[in-house]
């Protein structure tokens, strides 16, 4: 089963929002040009992008030049490419938080209901994963479409 990068954006005093990466590339600013629009104002109108690297099949986070900046897990990140990890913390801005997750949906459930000892699931990654599904049920995941014309927006405004 192919598993997915999801990004969890918060900001505060606002409901979380999941967005699942379908494509190979998402572009995030307060623009409408972009494929995800956070209208918050530490937000550059192209603030930054996520590439599906085809070689390694990982993902590449670019800060665009942001007027703000952009960190991940705490490190400010200049305008080089930097691998980005299951679990990584991103900060846009000044408050908007991202969380990088891969999620294979379905996949630790099944693996952990067989008794068979050649299953390979690491017990602490599976009761993080089982957390994480438990903490987003009834949450909507909305994907972001590279080669859609219909952009995805996040209007925390509405979310109170």
Not at 45 to 74: A, M, Y
Not at 118 to 131: C, K, L, S, W, Y
Request: charged letters at 30%.
């Amino acid at each position: 089963m192919t598993s997915k990068p999801v990004l969890i954006v918060t900001i505060p005093n606002y409901a979380p929002r999941c967005y699942c990466f379908d494509g190979e590339h998402v572009r995030i600013g307060r623009s409408d040009t972009n494929h995800l629009r956070l209208d918050e104002q530490s937000i550059s109108n192209t603030h930054c992008e996520f590439v599906n690297d085809p070689k390694s099949d990982q993902w590449i986070f670019r800060d665009l030049g942001s007027t703000n900046g952009s960190k991940v897990n705490g490190h400010p990140v200049g305008l080089e490419a930097l691998t980005i990890n299951d679990g990584d913390e991103l900060l846009l801005g000044n408050v908007v938080k991202l969380h990088y997750l891969i999620m294979r949906p379905f996949d630790v459930p099944e693996a952990l209901e067989e008794e068979d000892e050649n299953t390979d699931v690491n017990p602490v990654a599976a009761a993080v994963a089982r957390q994480a599904r438990k903490d987003m049920e009834g949450t909507q995941m909305i994907k972001l479409k590279a080669d859609s014309p219909r952009k995805r927006f996040f209007h925390h405004k509405e979310d109170k």
